[in-house]
């Protein structure tokens, strides 16, 4: 079997977007019931919200996708990473008019977001999730088409308000996309269609992993308020991030979701802080371990490890009762009978890369008029069954889903300035609350 484990082929994703259209991609699939609604002639106005690695990435991906996108507004709570994107953005797109932004389309701070959101056609949202909710709810109210990172939220009162967005966002006809992106990816979609037509079986056990090295710290700086430290370090506070259970795992537990076609009814597991406990770590744990059961009694093994030093893993594996399968993000598929024995091998090291195809599909649906990308519910769905996961190893206990959506489990306050006070804070030695199993409890 070819290692074609951790290695996206960038080259040959640039290679090939350059070849193919989006609307082309978009209209040989277009399924027979989508609905028909206005379609965009000229120019689709598009607004960055949360303007970091990802947003910058995102809203480069929307420009490829569509020639006609221009970049209309941008927000983010700090004005040095507006100006980060926009000396990307030059130095990838010179002198472009489809990157028409000044200073009266900028908004800095916590309420921006309003006024980027109603100068476009299309909004981009890839601030830290806590934030996410509130931003897309705006969205949707302002009869806006969305892309979204993962995760949609941070807590279950999130995952409410993501849910009923959704809903009106499904009788607006708004198009959404989350960025779950495997189910944008070739490999995926092929194994999901095999899976889906019996050649393993009925699925009844998985391991799926998201073991890495773990990820960067910014170190605090004088003049920081409290909060304006913990939105820098975002990823270590549980009310912005979700712990990287939620903010990472979250692919890999969405394939579960998928290729079972189900979310788990219950979840146990344990977790802690390992080697990554010092004050600049914030609240996360190190790893966690997890296993999902679903309602046909499907037992899904989840791990999540941010170790240096240890082994990496990124991908998923099923067993099924007449065989199994194995898949990763690096564009490989494996599915085998019960012997071992190969029934199909993808090897697509040449394929379109998945980020750039959520982007491709999302605009030439707008462009032409068509309703057919609904992922809120997914996104929520794979969102809740991370926040699921975090409670069981925050807790210890055995959470299920019916009383983890019966909670009431709210982390992310209303916030106008870096002066408001931050949800959690630290003690005099600057240490912050961490998770106690056995203590931390959910009930």
Same mark, same amino acid.
């Given at each position: 079997?070819?290692?074609?484990?951790? =290695?996206?082929?960038?080259?040959?994703?640039?290679?090939?977007?350059?070849?193919?259209?989006?609307?082309?991609?978009?209209?040989?699939?277009?399924?027979?019931?989508? =609905?028909? @609604?206005?379609?965009?002639?000229?120019?689709?106005?598009?607004?960055?919200?949360?303007?970091?690695?990802?947003?910058?990435?995102?809203?480069?991906?929307?420009?490829?996708?569509?020639?006609?996108?221009?970049?209309?507004?941008?927000?983010?709570?700090?004005?040095? %990473?507006?100006?980060?994107?926009?000396?990307?953005?030059?130095? !990838? /797109?010179? #002198?472009?008019?489809?990157?028409?932004? #000044?200073?009266?389309?900028?908004?800095?701070?916590?309420?921006? /977001?309003?006024?980027?959101?109603?100068?476009?056609?299309?909004?981009?949202?890839?601030?830290?999730?806590?934030?996410?909710?509130?931003?897309?709810? /705006?969205?949707?109210?302002?009869?806006?088409?969305?892309?979204?990172?993962?995760?949609?939220?941070?807590?279950?009162?999130?995952?409410?308000?993501?849910?009923?967005?959704? !809903?009106?966002?499904?009788? !607006?006809?708004?198009?959404?996309?989350?960025?779950?992106?495997?189910?944008?990816?070739?490999?995926?979609?092929?194994?999901?269609? %095999?899976?889906?037509?019996?050649?393993?079986?009925?699925?009844?056990?998985?391991?799926?992993?998201?073991?890495?090295?773990?990820?960067?710290?910014?170190? %605090?700086? #004088?003049?920081?308020?409290? $909060?304006?430290?913990?939105?820098?370090?975002?990823?270590?506070?549980?009310? $912005?991030?979700?712990?990287?259970?939620?903010?990472?795992?979250?692919?890999?537990?969405?394939?579960?979701?998928?290729?079972?076609?189900?979310?788990?009814?219950?979840?146990?597991?344990?977790?802690?802080?390992?080697?990554?406990?010092?004050?600049?770590?914030?609240?996360?744990?190190?790893?966690?371990?997890?296993?999902?059961?679903?309602?046909?009694?499907?037992?899904?093994?989840?791990?999540?490890?941010?170790?240096?030093?240890?082994?990496?893993?990124?991908?998923?594996?099923?067993?099924?009762?007449?065989?199994?399968?194995?898949?990763?993000?690096?564009?490989?598929?494996?599915?085998?009978?019960?012997?071992?024995?190969?029934? /199909?091998?993808?090897?697509?090291?040449?394929?379109?890369?998945?980020?750039?195809?959520?982007?491709?599909? $999302?605009?030439?649906?707008?462009?032409?008029?068509?309703?057919? @990308?609904?992922?809120?519910? =997914?996104?929520?769905?794979?969102?809740?069954?991370?926040? $699921?996961?975090?409670?069981?190893?925050?807790?210890?206990?055995?959470?299920?889903?019916?009383?983890?959506?019966?909670?009431?489990?709210?982390?992310?306050?209303?916030?106008?300035?870096?002066?408001?006070?931050?949800?959690?804070?630290?003690?005099?030695?600057?240490?912050?609350?961490?998770?106690?199993?056995?203590?931390?409890?959910?009930?």
């Amino acid at each position: 079997m070819k290692n074609k484990k951790e =290695k996206i082929n960038r080259r040959g994703f640039i290679e090939q977007s350059a070849k193919i259209t989006a609307a082309g991609i978009m209209l040989s699939r277009l399924p027979a019931k989508s =609905k028909k @609604l206005f379609s965009i002639e000229g120019e689709i106005k598009v607004a960055l919200i949360g303007c970091g690695g990802r947003g910058t990435g995102a809203v480069s991906q929307a420009l490829e996708a569509d020639q006609d996108v221009r970049i209309v507004a941008m927000a983010d709570a700090f004005r040095d %990473r507006v100006d980060e994107c926009l000396e990307s953005l030059s130095e !990838k /797109y010179p #002198n472009s008019e489809r990157i028409n932004i #000044n200073d009266d389309v900028i908004f800095i701070g916590f309420d921006g /977001y309003k006024e980027a959101i109603d100068l476009a056609d299309v909004v981009i949202l890839t601030t830290p999730p806590a934030f996410r909710p509130l931003h897309f709810e /705006y969205a949707i109210s302002k009869n806006k088409h969305v892309f979204m990172e993962k995760p949609v939220a941070t807590d279950v009162a999130g995952i409410k308000k993501v849910l009923k967005a959704g !809903k009106e966002a499904n009788r !607006k006809k708004l198009n959404v996309v989350v960025g779950l992106q495997r189910h944008y990816q070739k490999s995926y979609k092929i194994i999901k269609d %095999r899976i889906d037509r019996g050649r393993i079986g009925k699925i009844i056990s998985g391991q799926v992993y998201w073991n890495s090295g773990g990820v960067w710290v910014k170190p %605090r700086e #004088n003049g920081q308020t409290e $909060l304006e430290y913990q939105m820098r370090n975002w990823y270590y506070f549980n009310w $912005l991030c979700g712990d990287h259970i939620v903010e990472q795992h979250i692919h890999n537990i969405d394939v579960a979701n998928w290729f079972i076609g189900a979310t788990p009814v219950s979840a146990q597991g344990m977790g802690g802080r390992e080697v990554r406990k010092g004050k600049d770590h914030g609240q996360i744990f190190d790893h966690h371990f997890v296993e999902f059961t679903y309602p046909e009694g499907q037992v899904i093994a989840s791990q999540c490890r941010h170790q240096k030093g240890c082994m990496n893993r990124v991908e998923e594996v099923f067993q099924g009762t007449k065989g199994n399968v194995t898949v990763n993000s690096s564009n490989y598929g494996l599915m085998q009978n019960k012997r071992n024995k190969t029934i /199909y091998e993808h090897d697509g090291e040449n394929d379109i890369n998945p980020y750039q195809q959520e982007h491709n599909e $999302l605009f030439a649906a707008i462009r032409s008029g068509e309703y057919i @990308l609904d992922d809120t519910k =997914k996104g929520a769905e794979a969102t809740m069954s991370a926040i $699921l996961g975090r409670m069981a190893t925050y807790s210890g206990h055995v959470i299920t889903w019916g009383e983890a959506m019966e909670m009431n489990h709210a982390l992310v306050p209303e916030l106008h300035s870096f002066n408001d006070k931050a949800p959690v804070m630290p003690n005099k030695k600057g240490e912050y609350p961490i998770p106690i199993p056995g203590i931390t409890n959910y009930r």
